[in-house]
């Protein structure tokens, strides 16, 4: 994630971003697009825990595994970017 400088007692990337620490929880239980540090994509529903992020399937099938990853900054594949759905497009079918 970007790095953070403070303003005003609330931190902030110099582009205006959220904080990461803010912008999990505002993510929390909400399908995301993320990326991890081996460059991977997922879209997936973010879960945040004490020391790591689950990303789970949106799939209610079982079929795809959750992903587990560390919290930015915080081991050998962590979290890295996390941007909000904006919404999905279904092809119909035939």
């Not at 879960?47 to 099938?61: A, H």
């Amino acid at each position: 994630m970007a790095a953070m400088a403070q303003t005003g007692g609330a931190q902030q990337a110099p582009s205006g971003r959220l904080a990461v620490a803010e912008a999990l929880k505002r993510h929390e239980g909400t399908p995301v697009i993320a990326s991890d540090t081996d460059n991977n994509r997922y879209f997936k529903r973010l879960r945040l825990g004490r020391d790591r992020v689950v990303l789970e399937s949106l799939e209610s099938g079982g079929d795809h595994a959750p992903v587990i990853l560390a919290l930015p900054g915080q081991g050998p594949n962590c979290l890295e970017q996390v941007w909000s759905e904006a919404g999905v497009l279904f092809e119909l079918p035939g």
